[in-house]
Nanobody, 126 residues
Framework: DVQLVESGGGLVQPGGSLKLSCAVS????????MAWFRQAPGKERDWVAN????????RYADSVKGRFTISQGAAKNTIYLQMNSLKPEDTAMYYC????????????????????WGQGTQVTVS
């Protein structure tokens, strides 16, 4: 089965940076739509960004556009989320998600689209 493991969260001051990683193991010969979501206490899980391992497609939520960058490792088995200019409102548990698919465009901002999830990594901006 496919497993996702996030790392890189922590405590950072406003204006600071963090880089999250998501390691993918299991059935990695196929292409995935991969995403980062985040969830603050008492709130819904919100989409942050996604990318397609079969190409260079990326897409971002308006709240993070220009500050966050999603990228892939050379072997397609790791994705990253570089987060710059962090704000207190970015504080949340960040989750990596994946689904084996031929597309990764509009509509892939819903958690329901994704089959595989990591355990999450906490990001606190304070």
């Amino acid at each position: 089965d496919v497993q996702l493991v996030e790392s890189g969260g922590g405590l950072v001051q406003p204006g600071g940076s963090l880089k999250l990683s998501c390691a993918v193991s299991g059935y990695t010969s196929r292409n995935y739509c991969m995403a980062w979501f985040r969830q603050a206490p008492g709130k819904e899980r919100d989409w942050v960004a996604n990318t397609y391992t079969g190409g260079s497609y990326t897409r971002y939520a308006d709240s993070v556009k220009g500050r966050f960058t999603i990228s892939q490792g050379a072997a397609k088995n790791t994705i990253y989320l570089q987060m710059n200019s962090l704000k207190p409102e970015d504080t949340a548990m960040y989750y990596c998600a994946a689904v084996i698919d031929f597309a990764c465009g509009l509509g892939y901002n819903s958690p329901d689209k994704y089959r595989y999830w990591g355990q999450g990594t906490q990001v606190t901006v304070s």
